[in-house]
């Protein structure tokens, strides 16, 4: 009888712990057996947007700060076709630094698939311009016509969004892209100003099929500061429907 009233308290104690466990857990506002799924695009190969280093450290401080899981779809070794796009399919989000890229007909069918879903999305920078076969991806997904080089910021405004909560501090020299006719759900976080005007940087677009976080500023220096990794976080996060403090660990 004795050890049986022992065997209980013991039990008791243990589903107690339990118990603490998870309200520790939830406590955090994440659960450690549910990620985000977040896919990494990368398809440039050059000087000013060398994107797989640059995007490795988006994957670091993701998965540091976040409970974020990534995995990547990068090119072939024939540079024409992209490997692991059938990650696509799991994904929660996607973030995509890509540049006039050319893939088989059947990969680019996958990922208009893949705009198509539902599911969340991050533009960053060349993504404005990224497949040779799919001319209007600027104005069918990101909802607005890329029009070349602006010509380097001399000043930024930020306006507030949960994707650009931690980004007040963040200020860049930085080249800016001419853009044109934004569609009307386009709502502009970011604008870039010069000599010759003001143009948006950034802005989030929601629609029927997915929301969006388009980030127009991208050199590779850009992701050294962890106001300009920050909004990449939240605008991933917030693009897949969900809200950034929920995941972070």
Same mark, same amino acid.
């Given at each position: 009888m004795h050890r049986t009233l022992t065997s209980r308290r013991a039990f008791g104690r243990a589903l107690l712990v339990a118990a603490l466990g998870l309200f520790s857990i939830a406590s955090r506002g994440y659960s450690a057996a549910v990620s985000l799924n977040v896919v990494l695009i990368a398809g440039v190969k050059n000087d000013a947007y060398d994107n797989e280093p640059s995007l490795k450290r988006v994957q670091a401080f993701l998965e540091k700060t976040y409970n974020v899981t990534c995995s990547w779809v990068t090119p072939g070794a024939d540079g024409k076709s992209l490997q692991n796009l059938e990650s696509l399919e799991k994904a929660d989000a996607a973030i995509l630094l890509v540049r006039r890229m050319t893939v088989p007909a059947d990969q680019l069918a996958r990922i208009k698939r893949f705009f198509e879903s539902g599911k969340g999305f991050v533009g960053l920078r060349t993504a404005s311009h990224a497949w040779n076969e799919w001319p209007t991806f600027d104005v069918d997904v990101l909802g607005a016509k890329y029009g070349g080089h602006f010509g380097p910021a001399k000043s930024i405004a930020? /306006?507030?969004?949960?994707? !650009?909560? %931690?980004? @007040? @501090?963040? /200020? !860049?020299? =930085?080249?800016?892209?001419?853009?044109? +006719?934004?569609?009307?759900?386009v709502k502009v976080l970011i604008e870039g100003s010069n000599e010759k005007g003001t143009m948006p940087a950034a802005w989030v677009r929601e629609r029927? =099929?997915?929301?969006?976080?388009?980030? %127009?500023? %991208?050199? =590779? +220096?850009?992701?050294?500061k962890p106001e300009f990794l920050q909004m990449i976080a939240d605008g991933v996060i917030w693009s897949a429907g969900k809200k950034p403090a929920a995941y972070r660990r």
């Open positions: 930020i /306006k507030p969004h949960p994707v !650009t909560q %931690g980004a @007040a @501090a963040y /200020k !860049t020299a =930085n080249d800016i892209y001419r853009y044109d +006719n934004l569609r009307p759900e029927p =099929n997915g929301r969006i976080f388009y980030l %127009g500023i %991208g050199h =590779n +220096n850009e992701f050294e």
